[in-house]
């Protein structure tokens, strides 16, 4: 129906489309300034092609892969080009479709994950392609749905394709590990292994325990104690699975709490993961360090947001920031210490 694709944009701004539809944005043009580095703009708000969808911005969140790529740590793969609007995670209301979109039109509610050399998120409007764009029933607040297009993502991805678990309480029970528990990834992971029948064992600072515990891990451990930066289980439980979100911590660690043909997940993979992973090979152990290299799958992500609509997955928010006051969200990550998702308003 030709009217119901028509566009929610306010009539000001469709009066002229080239000149006055203006929206507030985010951008930097270069590495390493940090939060400072963070500039805003008044730019065009972008038009729809033909597959695009144009999407009124309602909740993004920052991940670490933000701050990192704008200190140069992704070079030269990230960004893009510069100015870069960073941003790749978002929940918002539909305001204009292209011709060819045929599931979505103007008033739907949608959560989103964009290209992460373009970014964009953090800015008031935004083009998305219906490829990883799914809809989010009206009776879900933006807030529980916009940390899960990446966080959400990746502890899906690595406990299903990397450790091989299937989210069926009727499962084998897996002796899990979760580092990190209280991190954007770590938290969603706790709950999502809980699906799986898993024995969760999680780690996280001291204020963060009883978050940990509500969200049903089974065991946990506060990586500030000696007894908890040693890793073991405190009933003694050898891990099947690792998932490491926390930085830092060598895969080495986990080795003498690992069952023999236990894996580790690697979320943060790098240089050493690689050679770690080649020295095993040669050790010929039944052990298996894997790195998460994430592959979204808008079916992963309609899957998330039905866990939250039924209950069953729910985001911690660790902070509401505006888009205004966006510097003081990027502090707050690169901090290391949000506990749940930061999430940041227009
Ligand atoms: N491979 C991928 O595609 C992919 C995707 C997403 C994220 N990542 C990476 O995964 C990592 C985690 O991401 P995230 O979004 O979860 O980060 P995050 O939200 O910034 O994680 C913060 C949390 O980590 C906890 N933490 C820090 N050091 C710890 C330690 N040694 N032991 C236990 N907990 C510790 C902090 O607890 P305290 O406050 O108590 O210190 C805090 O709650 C990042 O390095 C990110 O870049 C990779």
Redesign the pocket.
């Known amino acids: 129906m030709e009217s119901s694709k028509e566009s929610l944009l306010p009539e000001d701004h469709e009066s002229d489309v080239s000149s006055s539809r203006l929206m507030q944005a985010v951008q930097y043009n270069g590495y390493g300034a940090g939060p400072s580095g963070l500039k805003h703009v008044k730019i065009p708000i972008p038009t729809v092609e033909l597959y695009g969808i144009l999407i009124k911005i309602e909740a993004a969140t920052i ?3 933000d701050w ?1 790529v704008q200190e140069g740590m992704l070079w030269p793969l990230f960004p893009g080009k510069f100015p870069h609007i960073p941003g790749n995670e978002l929940t918002g209301e539909v305001v204009d479709v292209g011709t060819k979109v045929q599931n979505f039109k103007p008033g739907d509610k949608v959560v989103s994950r964009v290209s992460p050399y373009d970014g964009g998120a953090f800015s008031e409007y935004i083009v998305c392609s219906h490829t990883m764009t799914v809809k989010r029933p009206q009776e879900i607040s933006a807030e529980q749905v916009a940390g899960l297009p ?2 959400g993502l ?1 502890a899906h991805w690595g406990l299903t394709e990397c450790a091989g678990l299937k989210l069926e309480t009727s499962s084998p029970c897996t002796n899990i590990l979760i ?2 528990a ?5 938290h969603y992971a706790v709950q999502l292994a809980k699906l799986a029948n898993c024995h969760v064992t999680a ?3 001291p ?2 325990v009883e978050m940990v515990k509500s969200l049903g891990a089974d065991e946990v451990l506060d ?1 500030t104690t000696e007894a908890g930066a040693a890793l073991k289980s405190p009933s003694g439980k050898k891990y099947d699975v690792v998932l490491s ?5 060598p895969s080495s660690s986990f080795d003498p709490h690992l069952s023999e043909n236990g894996i580790v997940v690697d ?3 790098h240089v050493n993961t690689m050679l770690s992973i080649a020295l095993q090979k040669l050790s010929f152990s039944r052990k298996r360090l894997v790195p ?3 592959s979204p799958k808008k079916e992963n992500l309609e899957y998330l947001v039905d866990l939250v609509k039924e209950g069953k997955l729910k985001t911690v928010v660790d902070s509401k920031h505006s888009l205004s006051n966006v510097q003081e969200a990027w502090a707050k ?1 690169i901090a ?4 749940g998702k930061i999430i940041v308003v227009p």
């Open positions: 991940n670490p892969f990192k990446i966080a990746t580092t990190a209280s991190g954007g990834v770590g780690t996280c600072g204020s963060n990586y979100c926390a930085p830092g911590i979320v943060t993979p998460l290299l994430l990550s290391g210490h949000a506990a």
